[in-house]
C-alpha cells in the first residue's frame, strides 16, 4: 500500500492538524550551545525531588500491588479528596453539586471535554492567541475554531459578542484566565463576571484551563471563573504539571456530574485510567508535605525568574519592542514594531543561537498576522537568561 | 442550567455511548465476600515487584528530573530501543521501514487508530464478542460497528466477505489473533493469512491487538498478522499491561511511520506524552531483568491457575454447558444451552456470590443475542477458584 493509498483514508481533520511549531523548534533546542527560550517545562530546581523519592519508595514497599495493578477511571480516591480539601477549598473552585475526576494531564481534560460537546463544524471560541495544544485538540474533532482578540486584561467582550452573535452552534468558549499561555497576561474580575454573564445570555458552556494559577508572585489573586458559576456552566481543569511533575501527567476537571459521567466513559475508552503509582504519590504529596510552603518556594523561583528576564528586556530591548510584564506564571509576550518581519527575526535568533517561539504557533491559523513572540524564563537557567536577552536585544536594536 | 439542557449540549456519539456493564458488575465485587472472576487483572503474584522496587529508586536517585520533567510525545527513545531489541525482535513484528510510538496503554494505540481513520459513519470490523474497551473507542467517534461472528479457529471468513460487500467505507479490522478478550480462543494460521488477503483484495487496514499474546502456556506460538504483512496494511498494538503492570499504563504502537505521524500528532493534544517515570521503569526492566525468565514465570501462574479453573469445570458443570479450553491469555468463555437465561444466570451467580461477566457485554449492541459468560482465573486466588466453580457448577446443574 503506497503512501498516496494510506493518506486517503485518514479522517478528515487529519488533514488540518499538523505538529505543532513549537516542537519543530524545540528540535533545534537539542543542540546544547542554543540558549531556549522556547520550551514551557517547570524550572529543574522546582521538583520535589527529596519528597518524591520518599513518598514513591514508601507507596513500593507498603502497596506494590495497589501502585501497579489497574484502578478505576474516575480516579484514585485518596487523590481526588486531597485535591478537593488542599486546593480547591483556597480557591472556592467546587460549587456545591460538582465532583472532580483525575485525568492525564489537564491536555487529556480539555480534550476530553471537546469529545464530549463538539460534533465536527461546531464552534469552539478562544483566545487569539491561545495554547496550540489546546486548540490542536479542539482541531482534531473537527470543530469550526474561532479566535477572539485578547486585550491586556483578557478577551474582548465587544469581539466575543460579536462572534456570539454570527457564529452557529457556539459549544463552549476556552479560556486560561491567569498568566495566559503565551501573553502571560490575566483576565480582570469585571471580564470574568461578564464572559459567565454571556455564557447565561447565549447559552454556551465555559472551558476554564488554569495550570499557572498557582504560580502568582505578583498582584492579588483574581477568583477562578468557576468560583462565579452557579449554574454549572464552567468545565475547571487544574494539573500537577506546574506544581509537581509534568512527566507524571496527572491532571483534574472540575464540573457538574452529569458532565463528568461523560468524560468518564470517554476517558475508560482513551487510557482506562491515569498513571496510578503517580495518583498515589501526587496524594501522599498533598497530604504528608506542606503545599503552602512548597507553592511558596515556586513563586520565588519564578519571581526571581521572571524578574530577571524583565530586567534584561528593559535594559537591552529597543524600547519600540512592546512586552507584556505577567504576575505568574512562565511567559513574557513580546511584541515587535510594524513593518518587522516577525518569522525571520525568530529565526535569526536560532541562527544567533537564542530560540524564541513565533507567535503564529499560537493563532488559529498558523497564516494568521502577528508581531509577537513568546518568551519563557521557567526552563533556562540564570546565566543562560541574561546571555540570551542580551544577544536578542541586541537583535532587536538593528532593527 | 438544568440536565436537559446540557444533555442537549452532548456530542452525537455520547448518546450511543454507556459506562461498560463490566464496571457495573465490579461494584459488586468490591464486597470482600464475593468471589469474582468478573475482572481482568494480573494475577498480585505475577507483578515483578522487587525489580520495580529497585528499578524506581534509582531512577529517582540517578535521574530525578528527567524522570518527572516534560518529554517527547513518541516515548521515552531507550524504551523505543528495547522494546524493539527485546520483544518485537522475537516475533518480527518490526517489518522493514515501520517504527514504534509510546502510547497511553494499547487502548490509546486503539482510540488514536480509529480518531486517524474513522469518519464518522465509517465503517469498523470487528469480532463478535470482543473487548468491550475497544468496541467503546470506536463507537465514541461515531463509527459504524459491525460484528463479525467469532469462529473455533478465529473470524469467520465468509461472514467476513459478505461484511466487505455489504458495508461502506471499511476504515479497518479489529482482531485479537491470540486467547481473544472475551472469548480465549486463538486464530489459526490460515486464517491470519486470508484477513490479510482480504485487506488487500478489498482495501482495509488491520488493528492487531495483542495484550495477552506473551502469555501462552499451551500449543505453540502462531505467527502475529503483523509479521505476514508486507505492504503495511497492519497496525500492531502491545503493552506492558499483563506482563510488567497495567497501572503504568504503556504501551505501544508498530506501524508504518506516515501512519504513527498522525497517530503522534492526535497523542500531543491526547495527553501530551506518557508517564516518563513508568516508560523508564519499563526500559529499564527490559534492559537489565531477564525477560524470557520473566515470561516464563507469569505462563506457569497462569497455566497452575487456568488448569485449575478448568479442572473445576470438568468436574461441576453440566455438561450441557461448553466452555473454551485457551492456550494463553486470562479468560475462558462458557456458554449456556438454549433456553437458559443467561443474563438472570449471571445474576442469579452474584446473588449466590461469584460474579461473571455476562457475554452481552462483549456483543457489538447489548441486546445481540448471545449464551455465553466470560469466567477470569488471573485475579482470584486458587481457593477462590475451586470454591467459585463448584458453586457456579451447582448452579448449571439445577439449569
Known sequence: MDLACLEQKFSEPMNHLKASAIREILKFTADPSVISF??????????????????????????????MQYSVTEGYVPLRENIKKVILSRDSILKEGDDLVIVSGAQQGIELTCKVLCNPGDTVLCEAPSFVGSLNSFKSYGGNLVGVELEEDGISLEKLEQALKTEKNVKFLYLIPNFQNPSGRTMSLEKRKAVLALAEQYDFMI?????????????????????????????????????????????YVVAQPALLQKIIVCKQCSDVHTNIFSQMICSEFLEKYDYSVHIQKLREIYRHKSGLMLEGIREHFNPAVSYTEPQGG???????????????????????????????????????????????YSTPADEKIVEGIKLLGDMTKSL
Not at 38 to 57: K, L, R, W
Not at 210 to 229: C, H, M, Q, T, W
Not at 361 to 373: G, L, V
Open 207 to 251: 472551558l476554564e484551563d488554569n495550570p499557572y494559577g498557582a504560580l502568582r508572585f505578583a498582584g492579588e489573586d483574581v477568583p477562578a471563573i468557576k468560583s462565579l458559576d452557579e449554574s454549572g456552566r464552567v468545565i475547571y481543569c487544574g494539573t500537577f504539571s506546574k506544581i509537581l511533575a509534568p512527566g507524571f501527567r496527572v491532571g
Open 38 to 67: 522556547a520550551a514551557g517545562n517547570p524550572a529543574p530546581e522546582a521538583f520535589p525531588v527529596e519528597a518524591v523519592q520518599e513518598i514513591a519508595t514508601r507507596i513500593l514497599s507498603e502497596n506494590p500491588i495497589g501502585a
Open 330 to 376: 512562565l511567559f513574557i509576550w513580546c511584541t515587535l514594531p510594524k513593518g518587522v518581519d516577525m518569522m525571520e527575526f525568530c529565526s535569526n535568533a536560532v541562527k544567533n543561537r537564542v530560540a524564541v517561539v513565533p507567535g503564529s504557533a499560537f493563532m488559529i491559523r498558523e497564516s494568521d498576522p502577528t508581531q509577537s513572540f513568546r518568551l519563557n
